[in-house]
Nanobody, 127 residues
């Protein structure tokens, strides 16, 4: 049974930074591509960033390019999302997700691609 647990959310002022972490248990971490999605109240779950199994390939939503960085440490079974220059519109619940295999770049940005999800962590950016 694959389990994902996010941490690192909180309240931060606009322009500040946060780093989210997602720890994974069950299975072999290196088999899974990892993604971050977010969902604001009343809105759909949107893609934020994803990283391939090896960490070689990363993908970002246009809204976070240049501000957010996704990375993974396969020795620690953990994926990270470093968020800088945060804006009030980044406020949402952030979810970690995982999928095995080799999805296309387009598929990596679709929430339907992912098999496993964490419970989410709240990020609130005040203006």
């Amino acid at each position: 049974q694959v389990q994902l647990v996010e941490s690192g959310g909180g309240l931060v002022q606009a322009g500040g930074s946060l780093r989210l972490s997602c720890g994974r248990s069950g299975g072999t971490f290196v088999w899974y591509n990892m993604g971050w999605f977010r969902q604001a109240p009343g809105k759909e779950r949107d893609f934020v960033a994803a990283v391939s199994r090896s960490g070689e390939n990363t993908y970002y939503a246009d809204s976070v390019k240049g501000r957010f960085t996704i990375s993974r440490d396969n020795t620690k079974n953990t994926v990270y999302l470093q968020m800088n220059s945060l804006k009030p519109e980044d406020t949402a619940v952030y979810y970690c997700s995982a999928v095995p295999g080799s999805p296309t770049a387009q598929a990596m940005g679709a929430h339907r691609t992912y098999y496993y999800w964490g419970q989410g962590t709240q990020v609130t950016v005040s203006s």
